[in-house]
């Protein structure tokens, strides 16, 4: 199984400021992976597919970097509506395999 | 517009059984795959069951030969059978469109609690 490892768990960022989440996979997944962003009480949303390609909707603040082993989550600058849980998912290996999860909180 | 409404879930005792529906609507379901994606309280997301439009399934470890995954074309639903239902099953199920590998929409999910 791909273990997927996000970091930092949690991340305090001011609003306009730029955040940058990390991901690591255990072994290549190429580029099979995607983001999802959940808030308190709600059900997951797709962000980015294939480690850059933004969902329908997702605004362009939001951007995806990396490739094998390494991505990266990148939010340009920070809304309010953007602090919530982001999660990295790999889709090259059966099983499907999640990070733990990075929390963005308001500093 | 994409829905998925999950249903089914409630409070079951270790050892019992339980059957989650998710309605779609809003695309043509027999074209995408579909899976379920668990929740533990307070917990991170996992990966249970998908199952392709041909109908070949794939099951994480942890739930294998108790969890059955299963749709019905006709009537727009997936299901999940769920069996020999454990206290770490206990978690939010949501259904899931899978584009084809990725998940591309959610349902708002259906809480297993599994107590005595």
């Known amino acids: 199984e791909i273990v997927m490892t996000q970091s930092p768990a949690t991340l305090s960022v001011s609003p306009g400021e730029r955040a940058t989440l990390s991901c690591r996979a255990s072994q290549s997944v190429s580029s099979n992976l995607a983001w999802y962003q959940q808030k308190p009480g709600q059900a997951p949303r797709l962000l980015m597919y294939g480690v850059s390609t933004r969902a329908t909707g997702i605004p362009a603040r939001f951007s995806g970097s990396g490739s094998g082993t390494e991505f990266t989550l990148t939010i340009s600058s920070l809304q309010s509506e953007d602090f919530a849980a982001y999660y990295c998912?790999?889709?090259?290996?059966?099983?499907?395999?999640f990070g733990q999860g990075t929390k963005v909180e308001i500093k | 517009e994409v829905q998925l409404l999950e249903s089914g879930g409630g409070l079951v005792q270790p050892g019992g059984s339980l059957r989650l529906s998710c309605a779609a609507s809003g695309f043509t379901f027999s074209s995408y795959g579909m899976s379920w994606v668990r929740q533990a309280p307070g917990r991170g997301l996992e990966w249970v069951s998908t199952?392709?439009?041909?109908?070949?399934?794939f099951y994480a470890d942890s739930v294998k030969g108790r969890l059955t995954i299963s749709r019905d074309n006709s009537k727009n639903t997936l299901f999940l059978q769920m069996s020999s239902l454990r206290a770490e099953d206990t978690a939010v199920y949501y259904c899931?469109?899978?584009?084809?590998?990725?998940?591309?929409?959610w349902g708002l999910g259906t809480l297993v609690t599994v107590s005595s």
């Open positions: 998912q790999q889709y090259n290996n059966w099983p499907r395999t």
């Open positions: 199952i392709s439009t041909t109908g070949s399934t």
């Open positions: 899931a469109q899978t584009a084809p590998f990725y998940f591309d929409s």
